[in-house]
């Protein structure tokens, strides 16, 4: 399995930018699918962007133009560049990590880090 653990979450105006980064450690990170996850209050967690071990990219909708996940396996680090926030990204946000082999699936979450966007 792998460990995660989110950093770089905090309080910024409308418009304004942040970058999460998860590290990653205990198993061979480059093999995983990675993602970023958020849950609002009251809400269900979503996935707002995913990257593939290949490098391919996802993203949710309403962060489209926005958001920008990458992933430097060297450094066993997935990232979050977020810009142009909007109160309605106010989240935890939650680092994830995916593989399956075979029949049998892997998958880690980091503890979450909160965002809010509020003047």
């Known amino acids: 399995q792998v460990q995660l653990v989110e950093s770089g979450g905090g309080l910024v105006q409308p418009g304004g930018s942040l970058r999460l980064s998860c590290a990653a450690s205990?198993?061979?990170?480059?093999?995983?699918?990675m993602g970023w996850y958020r849950q609002a209050p009251g809400k269900q967690r979503e996935s707002v962007a995913a990257?593939?071990?290949?490098?391919?990219?996802n993203y949710a909708d309403s962060v489209k133009g926005r958001f920008t996940i990458s992933r430097d396996n060297a450094k066993n680090m997935v990232y979050l560049q977020m810009s142009s926030l909007k109160p309605e990204d106010t989240a935890v946000y939650y680092c994830?990590?995916?593989?399956?082999?075979?029949?049998?699936?892997?998958?880690?979450w980091g503890q979450g880090t909160q965002v809010t966007v509020s003047s």
């Open positions: 994830n990590a995916y593989r399956k082999i075979l029949t049998q699936e892997f998958e880690s």
């Open positions: 205990g198993s061979i990170f480059s093999i995983f699918d």
């Open positions: 990257i593939t071990s290949g490098g391919r990219t």
